[in-house]
């Protein structure tokens, strides 16, 4: 069974950064796309980044100029480089992986908190 592992996460001021790092358990050969999800206290879990197999990506509004997803397919690992972080950004954040073998595969979550 395939488990993704989740680092990165942390307590950091406003107006910095961050860099998560998701990688899969073992070898994945047919992943399509990877993605990085995030739930807020009280809040519905959303997108924050994805990334497809062939490098298209895809940021929502609120974290577009200063996150950055990126993979490597090798290591099947995937990135978010997070910049100019805000307390709106506090959340526990997931990562995703769509494979058409394996399926959907998600991380446990790792808590990223902004505040001064």
């Known amino acids: 069974q395939v488990q993704l592992v989740e680092s990165g996460g942390g307590l950091v001021q406003p107006g910095g950064s961050l860099r998560l790092v998701c990688a899969a358990s073992?070898?994945?050969?047919?992943?399509?796309?990877m993605g990085w999800y995030r739930r807020a206290p009280g809040k519905q879990r959303e997108l924050v980044a994805d990334?497809?197999?062939?490098?298209?990506?895809n940021y929502a509004d609120s974290v577009k100029g200063r996150f950055t997803i990126s993979r490597d397919n090798a290591k099947n690992t995937v990135y978010l480089q997070m910049n100019n972080l805000k307390p709106a950004d506090t959340a526990v954040y997931y990562c995703?992986?769509?494979?058409?073998?394996?399926?959907?595969?998600w991380g446990q979550g790792t808590q990223v908190t902004v505040s001064s």
């Open positions: 995703k992986i769509d494979d058409y073998i394996v399926g959907t595969i």
């Open positions: 073992r070898n994945i050969l047919n992943i399509y796309r």
């Open positions: 990334i497809a197999s062939g490098g298209n990506t």
